[in-house]
């Protein structure tokens, strides 16, 4: 066996991998790198308020507080609701938060220059997957009928969007528009919503310079919502589906006011969800706090993982407080723990539905942070077409493997993780679980892959008032 020396200097080479992203050709300049703390005391800021919002996604804040992982690593740390993702970001932005359970979009976003003005990185990633799409009861009711069956009579998964086309037909011929909701123009919601509904070839519309509607040329039109209020406004007949993360999608299914129809993993594979979040100054100024913060999440997703779940059931009763998501247990339960309940008595397996820990999860790959770019220009977010270089150096600025790292090592080194536990990489994932629509998605050619759906924007193409040109 290798000594822990050894295998450390081999997680040591995935660092310098991941921060140059030498298969890309990036020539752009590294940030300073902090050096790990030398023990949990000494913090330059030892007192820590966190934001989030209720979402199951934010378990490894909630599992790093009340398993005492942030106390271990010398840090007294409150965990604060937020009202929506802008008000949570513009904590971040302006100091009143120290970090945040965040969309990784928003960081994102940052770094191409069509969010915050200030600096926000994303050090480690929250989770995978973890969301879904959830259509009224009075729109499942209209299209159940016409879906594939199986031989037991249920509804033959993944459903496409194409289902929805007489609906939304039926609907423009009366006047009204078809509304779904999302929570955030640069979420994973919107972004998963839209690739569903054109690969089922209906448009949902493009942004506009400026614009965050994104409504330009769409037969379905979306809207922000935020999480919690999203069964809500379904129940109250002003939006007619929805793209959210759990628990409310559950949500719906526990109140019989809607259907979840299809989970992120078989829209656009495998895409990371939510990081945590925090600007580039605090992390430059705080440099130990910011790795006994990354050692205190990664060992909570290790634990939110570990054996396959054991631990999901203590999990929820955590996340079932009112301080953290709120919900009830069962409500919660029905997407914890590897099943997703898409309506009364029709529970599925789920294995890669939210995942903190396992293949990876927490590791924040450029490549999960392109497939967000390519979104963002394919629906006009970016306004005009980008080399492929723009992506790469872009997704760097974002993404920091190697903050990651370093807390991965001192880890390592204290023997509370094991080297396995860490991917040996060059900052790009391999994808293997399907788009719903065949596509694959090359990160180290994301210019092509942008351009290249049926509908969306092509190479050249910008968005005006009259439509794309």
């Given at each position: 066996m290798?000594?822990?020396f ?5 997680l040591?080479?995935s ?6 992203i030498t298969s890309?050709?990036s ?6 790198v902090?050096?790990p703390a030398?023990?949990?005391?000494g913090?330059e800021k030892?007192n ?9 996604d934010m378990?490894p804040?909630?599992?790093?507080k009340?398993k005492g ?7 007294s740390?409150?965990?604060?609701p937020q ?18 359970h ?5 960081p ?17 990633s929250l989770?995978?997957n973890?969301k879904?799409v959830?259509?009224?009861?009075r ?5 159940a009928a016409?879906?594939p069956?199986?031989?037991?009579g249920?509804i033959?998964?993944?459903v496409s ?9 039926r609907?423009?011929s009366?006047g ?16 998963a ?11 949902p519309g493009?942004y ?6 994104g409504t330009?040329?769409?037969e ?6 935020p ?16 793209s959210?993360?759990?628990p409310?999608?559950?949500?719906a ?8 129809i299809?989970v ?7 895409t990371g969800?939510k990081?945590?979040g925090?600007?580039e100054?605090?992390?430059?100024k705080?440099?130990k ?12 997703a ?12 203590e ?7 009112s ?12 997407s914890m723990?590897g ?5 009364q ?15 990876y999860?927490?590791?924040p ?13 394919r629906w006009?977010q970016?306004?005009e077409?980008?080399p492929?270089?723009w992506?790469f150096d872009?997704?760097?600025a ?5 903050l990651y790292?370093?807390?991965a090592e001192?880890?390592?080194a ?5 080297p ?10 391999v994808?293997?679980q399907p788009?719903?629509?065949?596509v694959?998605f090359?990160?180290k ?11 969306g ?9 009259a439509?794309?040109?």
């Amino acid at each position: 066996m290798h000594s822990k020396f050894v295998l450390i200097a081999s997680l040591a080479m995935s660092l310098a991998a991941a921060s140059l992203i030498t298969s890309c050709g990036s020539d752009t300049a590294s940030a300073p790198v902090a050096k790990p703390a030398a023990s949990t005391t000494g913090v330059e800021k030892p007192n820590l308020k966190l934001g989030f919002i209720k979402l199951t996604d934010m378990a490894p804040l909630a599992i790093a507080k009340e398993k005492g992982f942030f106390a271990e690593e010398g840090l007294s740390v409150a965990l604060e609701p937020q009202a929506n993702w802008k008000v949570l970001l513009d904590g971040v932005a302006d100091g009143q938060l120290d970090g945040a359970h965040m969309l990784a979009g928003q960081p994102i976003a940052s770094a191409a220059g069509i969010g915050s003005k200030v600096k926000i990185i994303a050090p480690l990633s929250l989770d995978i997957n973890g969301k879904g799409v959830t259509i009224s009861n009075r729109v499942y009711d209209q299209i159940a009928a016409d879906l594939p069956k199986d031989a037991d009579g249920k509804i033959v998964h993944p459903v496409s969007a194409a289902a929805l086309k007489p609906v939304v037909a039926r609907m423009k011929s009366q006047g009204k528009p078809f509304k779904m909701g999302m929570v955030f123009p640069v979420s994973t919601h919107n972004y998963a919503l839209r690739y569903w509904l054109a690969a089922g070839g209906l448009n949902p519309g493009y942004y506009l310079p400026g614009d965050t509607a994104g409504t330009t040329g769409a037969e379905v039109q979306l809207s922000v919502t935020p999480p919690p209020q999203m069964p809500t406004t379904l129940e109250a007949g002003t939006i007619d589906g929805y793209s959210v993360g759990e628990p409310w999608n559950q949500a719906a299914v526990a109140k019989k006011i809607g259907v979840p129809i299809i989970v992120d993993p078989d829209i656009a594979g495998l895409t990371g969800e939510k990081v945590f979040g925090l600007t580039e100054d605090f992390a430059s100024k705080n440099p130990k706090t910011t790795q006994a913060l990354l050692r205190a999440l990664i060992r909570a997703a290790k634990w939110l993982d570990a054996d396959d779940g054991k631990n999901r059931a203590e999990a929820v009763k955590i996340l079932a407080q009112s301080k953290y998501v709120g919900a009830d247990e069962k409500v919660l339960m029905a997407s914890m723990t590897g099943k997703f309940t898409f309506g009364q008595g029709d529970t599925r397996d789920t294995p890669v539905f939210n995942l903190f820990f396992s293949q990876y999860a927490s590791y924040p790959y450029y490549s999960d942070a392109i497939w967000y770019l390519t979104q963002m220009r394919r629906w006009g977010q970016i306004a005009e077409a980008k080399p492929d270089q723009w992506y790469f150096d872009t997704a760097k600025a974002a993404y920091r493997p190697d903050l990651y790292l370093l807390a991965a090592e001192s880890l390592i080194a204290d023997g509370k993780a094991e080297p396995a536990d860490f991917p040996q990489t060059d900052g790009f994932r391999v994808y293997t679980q399907p788009a719903i629509d065949g596509v694959v998605f090359d990160a180290k050619q994301p210019a092509a892959y942008a351009g290249g759906f049926a509908i969306g924007l092509k190479q050249g193409q910008t968005v005006t008032p009259a439509g794309v040109k």
